[in-house]
């Protein structure tokens, strides 16, 4: 069945406009996966996801599912599967508990990206961030990180660097609806935000 996207009425311009998480993401940058301290809102599609491939994460996150979680499930709409539940974080290290233990990188991820599990079990929050939602509003998250590849320098000699709507714009297509009718479109938006930034 086809997942259901999120919908979005409003896009604040500096996603169009604020520097993205440009070259290698996070990966290429000095960020110890930071924004994993605040531990994320896990969208209940993928919360099924993630109980039915338990026993591949369990020895990753070295702890049990039951243990990773702040709160139980919350119906909410602005969620995929109209409900989540947020996550906790470690004690030995700050993290969020479906972080991989002792090395860079989420446990959710890992699985999707080396051994083919769904994409769709990484939480919406996770696969967009430094772009965030509310009630329809998509905005980019603040306070960003310092060591946050989009708050990094651009390369000496370069002019311009990608966006975060430029950089994460597979995953917003993906997971997010700007189906209104009447209005504009990513593309339309996109184009707007950087001629105002010119103007
Ligand atoms: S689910 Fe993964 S990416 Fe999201 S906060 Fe937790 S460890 Fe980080
Ligand atoms: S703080 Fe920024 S660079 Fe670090 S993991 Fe999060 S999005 Fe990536």
Redesign the pocket.
């Known amino acids: 069945m086809k997942r259901k996207k999120i919908r979005i009425r409003n896009v604040d311009p500096e996603v169009f406009t604020h520097k993205g998480?440009f070259d290698e993401?996070?990966y290429g940058?000095e960020?110890?996966?930071?924004?994993?301290v605040y531990g994320c809102d896990v969208d209940y599609e993928s919360l099924k996801l993630i109980y039915k491939h338990r026993d591949l994460i369990e020895p990753l996150i070295k702890t049990r599912i039951e243990e990773c979680f702040l709160t139980e499930l919350t119906r909410d709409n602005d969620y995929v599967g109209g409900a989540y539940r947020e996550t906790a974080t470690r004690d030995s290290d700050g993290l969020c508990k479906l972080h991989l233990v002792g090395k860079k990188g989420c446990s959710l991820f890992y699985l999707w990206a080396a051994r083919g599990l769904p994409k769709t079990m990484v939480p919406t929050i996770c696969r967009v961030?430094?772009i965030t939602w509310h009630r329809g509003r998509l905005f980019v998250d603040r306070p960003?990180?310092r060591?946050?590849?989009?708050r990094e320098r651009k390369p000496k000699g370069v002019k311009e660097v990608p966006s975060i709507f430029d950089t994460q714009s597979k995953e917003v297509l993906a997971l997010f609806d700007l189906r209104h009718p009447g209005e504009k479109t990513f593309a339309e938006l996109r184009l707007q935000a950087l001629k105002r930034r010119k103007a």
């Open positions: 998480l993401g996070c940058s960020c110890e996966d930071d924004c994993c961030y430094p960003l990180k060591a946050c590849k989009a």
